[in-house]
């Protein structure tokens, strides 16, 4: 089973890089512009396989760009107490 088959185990994975970039001095700025240009990148290329990728991808999509970094930023706090390091 791959870490994004389980949503537990994705939110643990991102929290992880998350303290990892956090820990060799990458910016909160950098690490939100980074979060908007994954879910710009997910948005347009990975293919929905749920309906919660789909009600999140269809979020991102209705979304003008100042809610979209929104998105990105919420998305950072959700995994920012997750992982196993």
Do not use: C, P
Not at 14 to 42: C, K, P, T, V, W
């Amino acid at each position: 089973m791959s870490v994004i088959d389980n949503f537990e185990s994705w939110k643990d994975f991102l929290g992880d890089r998350l303290h990892d970039a956090e820990n060799n001095g990458i910016s909160n700025q950098a690490i939100s512009e980074l979060a908007y240009d994954i879910g710009n990148y997910l948005s347009t290329e990975v293919q929905a396989k749920n309906d919660q990728e789909k009600m999140l991808r269809d979020l991102w999509n209705a979304a003008d760009q100042k809610e979209q970094h929104a998105i990105a930023n919420i998305m950072v706090k959700l995994v920012q107490n997750e992982g196993t390091k």
